[in-house]
C-alpha cells in the first residue's frame, strides 16, 4: 500500500502559530511528517489571541519554507473565515487566493485543505472541487483508522487531547490485519502551550516512531494525491 507497508501515520495541524516551531522540531526528531494548514492573509505577528493566559501569535511569512521543510503545506483559507456563511463567489475567492498565495511563497503546488472551524457543506465540496483541492480535513473524528471514502470531506482519527489517544495508538501499533489502516492525528500546536502539555506529543512521537510496519507520510504521500 505505502512502500509495501498498509499502516500509515500523518498529522494535520492548523493556523500556523509561533508554537508550530516547536512542534515541527518534535516531528523532524521522530521523523513524522505533518500538513500545515495555513491561512496567507493572517501572516502577521499582530494576529494574537489569548487561551488559557498563553498569547497564541500567528507567523509572519519569512522563514517559512525552511521552518516546514519537509512537510505539507494546505490551504486553511485566506482570513479563516466559516465558508458555510460566504457566497460562492466570496468562498472561492478564500481558497483560491489563499492556494496561489502560499503556493507563490512556498514554491510549490498545493491540493489539500482543511476547514476553518470544521465548517462545511455540500455546496463548498463542489466549490472546491472547482478549485483544484482534492482533500480537505473537517472536525469530525473517526476514532478508527478506515481509509476515508470522500477526500473532500475526511476526518481525521483523532485530537491529541482526546481522551483515548493512547489507546487508539496502542491499537494502531498492534494492527497486523491486511487491511490498510491509517492513523490521522489534527490539532493545534498552541494548545500544548496554553495547556502545558508538550509531553503528549513527545510520548505520542516515541512511541510511534521508526518502526518497520509503518509508513510516515504527509496527508498527501498517504492519500497520493
Ligand atoms: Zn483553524
Known sequence: ???????????????????????????????????????????????????????????????????YKGHEIAVHCTTHADLTKL????????????????????GTKITGMAYPYGAFDDRIIGILRECGIKFSRTCEDSHGFGVPENLLAFGATCRHESDDLF?????????????????????????????????????????AAFREDIFYGTNSQIYKL
Open 167 to 207: 489507546e487508539l495508538l496502542d491499537k494502531f501499533l498492534a494492527y497486523s490485519g491486511t487491511e490498510p489502516a491509517v492513523f490521522c492525528l489534527r490539532g493545534h500546536s498552541y494548545e500544548f502551550d496554553a495547556h502545558d502539555n508538550w509531553r503528549i506529543i513527545e510520548e505520542f512521537c516515541e512511541k
Open 87 to 106: 457566497s460562492d463567489e466570496e468562498v472561492r475567492r478564500e481558497v483560491l487566493e489563499d492556494k496561489s498565495a502560499l503556493e507563490k511563497l512556498f
Open 1 to 67: 500500500m505505502w512502500n509495501g507497508k498498509n499502516k500509515a501515520l500523518t498529522f494535520s495541524y492548523d493556523d500556523g502559530v509561533e508554537s508550530d516551531r516547536k512542534l515541527v522540531s518534535i516531528f523532524n526528531k521522530y521523523g513524522m511528517k505533518c500538513t500545515f494548514n495555513l491561512n496567507s492573509a493572517l501572516m502577521t505577528p499582530e494576529s494574537t489571541w489569548e487561551m488559557n493566559g498563553f498569547t497564541v501569535r500567528r507567523m509572519p511569512p519569512e522563514g517559512l519554507p525552511e521552518l
